[in-house]
């Protein structure tokens, strides 16, 4: 009796579904696709590294980056958030940053953190989902389903090595989606097959026999990324880097740069269980950390050539009891600040790891993104809704850093209820800000800018941009 090998249902069995998303690495196809054929002839961005973190349900920017210098920011119109500018980390005398981001203070000290407030985009949606896709695809519009991210790696080749993107997250980003997908690790702990050897080596094994064919196989590296060879050195790969067990320190306080574990967050007895953090921060946590050590992992020696990570923060629509120097609000940033933090220390190479990366700091940008701020007027639940001009931080080693759109010059009366008498009006579209990234600092090809972002020249975006690199 004839047997049938069935390769795909066998990869599906072996996995850890619940921990495990592979977007992208099944048995549909052997023949290059475009981005692959591209991909063969292609660039390794030339080093250069971006990590975002989505904050993912709309920011209150006026509590994030406040704008003392403008008297609508008040306790009339906010009346339990109010934050006064001695709380406050005072940035320029007109702009300061909420208490709880005091972690990014030394960053921005040190001209490595630019602050950019009324962010948005023309016609802004204050819907969560189409405002997530509109900030996503880079088109303008929510139906659109591919990301301006994707675009940027497909037109510029940006896709050498075993895990050239690597987020994580629950779900692979739309920013990341398009005909060719990357890998996402849904939980940095369970990312490998169920088994362990012996029968995972069988299965390897097996696949390579099934693949092993081609002759000089690793010339056609590129073309098998869709295969079982891909999968194989994508979870050896990872298995390698031992991320369960990499534990970087801050060398000034001694405290663990990423509070995965209860063994691992940081003693603080005025904090929830007499820690820092609560509990439900350690996924965010672990998945920042996996996101460093993919772009520590990526360089002369290790083959995963990482030149993207990203992840996400949920809970930032903070309809009901926001907080003002503590609560709900207040929380997510002492996460958020932290995490921006911990990059700047292990991606400078200053950390307390045995493992002595290198840095790659002035190679890397990390920015934040949110699909849009919040009414410059509290409601009547003590928190606030959705609105329009948001905030956006970009830290790295090359970034020129400084308060953006928050200046007396740039920030005239009236702009927090211009828009329907409740919203901040944007100053800046987001697009501008990622090409320029994209163009300046990950070396994107210029002739692609209207692939990556369509309608980008004749909306006159260009002259937004702000020199941020």
Not at 222 to 230: A, D, N
Not at 289 to 315: F, M, P, Q, W, Y
Not at 436 to 459: C, I, Q, W
């Amino acid at each position: 009796m004839r047997h049938t090998q069935s390769c795909d249902h066998s990869r599906r069995s072996f996995l850890h579904g619940a921990g495990v998303t592979l977007a992208g690495v099944g048995l549909s196809s052997l023949l290059p696709s475009p981005l692959i054929q591209h991909v063969m002839a292609g660039t390794d961005a030339n080093g250069k590294r971006l990590l975002f973190i989505f904050q993912r349900g709309a920011c209150d920017a006026l509590n994030t980056v406040i704008p003392h210098g403008d008297s609508d920011y008040s306790s009339t119109n906010r009346p339990t958030l109010y934050i006064t500018p001695a709380q406050a980390l005072n940035l320029n005398d007109f702009a300061s940053l909420h208490p709880a981001l005091t972690d990014i203070k030394s960053a921005y000290d040190a001209g490595d953190l630019a602050v950019i407030h009324r962010v948005g985009y023309p016609s802004q949606s204050r819907s969560h989902f189409d405002s997530q896709r509109i900030w996503e695809n880079g088109t303008g519009v929510a139906s659109v389903f591919e990301g301006w991210l994707y675009r940027y790696v497909a037109e510029n080749a940006v896709a050498a090595g075993d895990l050239p993107v690597v987020t994580a997250q629950a779900t692979p980003p739309l920013l990341l989606r398009g005909k060719e997908r990357f890998v996402n690790v849904a939980n940095p702990d369970d990312f490998d097959y169920v088994h362990q050897p012996p029968k995972r080596d069988k299965y390897e094994a097996a696949w390579r026999r099934r693949f092993g064919s081609f002759i000089g196989l690793e010339q056609y590296r590129p073309v098998l990324s869709q295969t079982g060879v891909k999968l194989i050195d994508t979870l050896g790969e990872y298995r390698t880097w031992d991320q369960a067990n990499w534990n970087p320190k801050d060398p000034n306080s001694g405290h663990s740069l990423f509070p995965v574990s209860d063994a691992t967050n940081p003693v603080d007895p005025a904090g929830p269980n007499g820690k820092k953090f609560a509990t439900t921060s350690y996924p965010f946590f672990k998945s920042v950390k996996l996101c460093a050590l993919s772009l520590l992992e990526s360089d002369a020696v290790n083959n995963n050539s990482t030149r993207i990570a990203g992840t996400e923060l949920n809970g930032w629509d903070t309809h009901d009891n926001q907080g003002t120097l503590t609560g709900e609000h207040p929380e997510l940033l002492t996460w958020l600040g932290y995490a921006m933090k911990s990059l700047r220390v292990v991606l400078s190479g200053a950390a307390v790891d045995p493992r002595n990366y290198g840095s790659i700091w002035n190679d890397t940008v990390v920015v934040t993104m949110t699909e849009f701020g919040r009414t410059t007027v509290e409601n009547g639940s003590l928190g606030t809704d959705h609105a329009e001009g948001c905030v956006v931080f970009a830290m790295g080693g090359s970034v020129n850093g400084g308060v953006y759109n928050c200046d007396a010059s740039a920030w005239p009366h009236g702009v927090m209820l211009e828009v329907g008498g409740r919203y901040l009006s944007h100053r800046t579209d987001y697009r501008s800000i990622f090409w320029e990234l994209l163009r300046d600092h990950m070396g994107a090809n210029p002739s692609t800018l209207e692939k990556v972002f369509p309608g980008y020249t004749a909306l006159g975006l260009a002259a937004g941009e702000l020199g941020l690199t």
